[in-house]
């Protein structure tokens, strides 16, 4: 390089543009001066090209779209660096290094030219790219099987088409151009028949709503369903899962047979009705025939009395009449007495039938759930353990149990009153289930006691929901009259261990939640 101080080399670099007659344009001035100067020559910054470039790039998926706006930046920018790592990105590579000797400027030029070659423009794909291998596609199709069964089999011709491209996709040798246009048109077909599939489930669970709000129809007392029926309202509104459906279909059960059994004794005591009025019309009727005998016999009686000569004539007509008089007498207090009896069984009927819907709502409400926080009880809690068990058992996934106790419930109750303690226990319910995930179980333990299961959940896990839970519940209070009431529950978490029972594990989770009251209680601990 020749030492010229920088003024020196302008003023060189101005005297041979006029020398050499050249435009004096600043790539013409930049050339002279690094030629004077003894440095390299550095191509100007093509901003502008970089920017159509830019602009042509897709953006359909969110790394697109951070890249694209990187490129941007850079641009404006002038930094070729930034420039080159955007593009090798959006293209699914790696900047490599700069070669020994090369500098980074230098070495950037290369790479950029390199990774503009893999970008997928919208009319020219670029399909070559190292990523689209076999074993790539194969897990397309294997993604596209997974959600076959979500899809129903109805459509033949969609189930055709799926079969075709699951086998294009696990060819050893597919072309990648021809596998795009069939993913494209697969794809189109796909939202046809996923959208086909959202509206039968809306339409199946609309015909439920149908059914659950007719339920209550079909019986002699629209009043006695309606607990019932507002609880299968409740647990078959969306989100549907596979829980929730269960629980459906064990409340379903119980409705039919309180149904079953309601219409069976409300048909005895039908037929029982039936055979009372039957009764009851045959004696009016041997009332109504012995009552026109009598009166014809009193007719004639008091023919042959006038008749009569003497007493002696008369005395025969009076003990006929008399005998008739005590036949009627006894008819009419037989047929009397019996209709008192029809009467009390009819009554007894009646009252039976009462006790009978009144036992049936009682027994159907508290089958599985509790009446006051329509959480499960204890046979619901039973229940549902089991299922979890089967599902740990069979996928091996982790399970964990929380047990919740209610901080100070009896100070709660001595001072506010028994209603204020079982709206507190309402309070923590509504809030739980607000928290829960759809999969996660509640149900009532005993007492102020709440056992929350939480499949596919770790101890860890388990420990930072029943937090949330506690965060949660500390931001909301409720009123008990004018005085506002907030609550808090120490808990225990104990994650389900191989071969050990559900409830062993509760056990464990109730000690640790002994020891969270021990240890100053609002707190979680893990068993």
């Given amino acids: 390089m020749i030492d010229k101080k920088p003024f020196e080399i302008a003023r060189e670099t101005l005297k041979q543009l006029t020398v050499r007659k050249l435009a004096p344009t600043p790539i013409n001035y930049q050339r002279i001066y690094s030629e004077i100067a003894g440095q390299a020559i550095e191509p100007p910054f093509p901003a502008d090209r970089l920017r159509d470039i830019a602009v042509s790039l897709p953006t359909k998926t969110p790394g697109q779209q951070k890249q694209r706006g990187l490129l941007e930046s850079a641009i404006s920018q002038l930094n070729w660096d930034g420039v080159k790592n955007a593009l090798m990105a959006y293209g699914g590579f790696s900047p490599p290094a700069p ?55 109805d459509d033949e011709r969609f189930a055709e088409q799926t079969q075709t491209l699951i086998k294009a996709l ?254 507190a226990l309402t309070h923590l319910a509504s809030v739980a289930r607000e928290v829960m995930r759809p999969q996660d179980t509640l149900a009532r333990y005993g007492g102020e006691e709440f056992v929350i299961l939480l499949p596919d959940t770790s101890l860890d896990q388990g420990i930072d929901a029943m937090t949330r839970l506690q965060r949660e519940l500390t931001k909301r209070f409720f009123l008990a009259g004018t005085e506002k009431v907030l609550i808090t529950f120490s808990a225990g978490v104990a994650q389900l261990a191989t071969n050990e029972t559900g409830q062993d594990a509760i056990k464990r989770a109730d000690q640790a939640m002994y020891l969270a009251k021990r240890a100053g209680k609002n707190r979680v601990l893990g068993a």
């Avoid at 409705?255 to 004794?265: D, G, H, L, S």
């Avoid at 045959?282 to 006038?306: C, K, N, V, Y």
């Avoid at 009419?332 to 009978?356: G, P």
């Fill in 170 to 423: 696990r060819q050893p040798n597919a072309d990648a151009v021809a596998l795009k246009q069939m993913l494209t048109s697969y794809g189109h077909r796909l939202s046809f028949a996923a959208e086909d599939q959202a509206e039968i489930k809306n339409v199946l669970l609309k015909l439920l709503h149908l059914i659950i709000e007719n339920i209550s129809h079909l019986s002699l007392d629209d009043g006695w369903l309606k607990g019932q029926v507002d609880a299968l309202m409740e647990v078959c509104a969306p989100p549907l899962t596979l829980r929730r459906l269960d629980d459906v279909e064990q409340r379903l059960k119980d409705v039919i047979f309180k149904q079953t059994e309601a219409k069976t004794r409300a048909v005895q005591a039908q037929e029982e009705m039936r055979q009372m009025l039957a009764t009851f019309v045959d004696r009016l009727a041997t009332m109504s025939q012995s009552t026109g005998s009598f009166h014809d016999m009193l007719e004639q009686s008091a023919r042959l009395i006038e008749q009569a000569k003497t007493i002696t004539d008369i005395a025969p007509v009076l003990k006929e009449v008399v005998g008739a008089t005590r036949t009627m007498a006894h008819d009419s207090e037989s047929a009397r007495n019996e209709l008192q009896s029809m009467k009390k069984r009819a009554e007894a009927t009646e009252v039976e039938l009462s006790k009978l819907h009144q036992e049936l709502d009682r027994v159907s409400a508290q089958a599985r759930h509790d009446p006051l926080t329509g959480a499960l009880n204890r046979q619901g809690l039973d229940e549902a353990l089991g299922r979890e068990l089967s599902k740990v058992r069979r996928q091996d996934t982790p399970l964990c149990m929380a047990l919740l106790d209610i901080d100070n419930f009896k100070k709660l109750n001595d001072t506010l009153g028994h209603a204020t303690g079982d709206v």
């Fill in 99 to 153: 070669e020994p000797g090369k500098s980074a400027t230098m070495a950037l030029h290369e790479p950029a030219k390199a990774a503009v070659t893999v970008i997928e423009l919208p009319d020219h794909p670029v399909v070559t790219a190292p990523a689209l291998t076999a074993d790539f596609f194969g897990q397309i199709a294997r993604l596209i099987e997974y959600a076959l069964p979500a899809l129903g089999q």
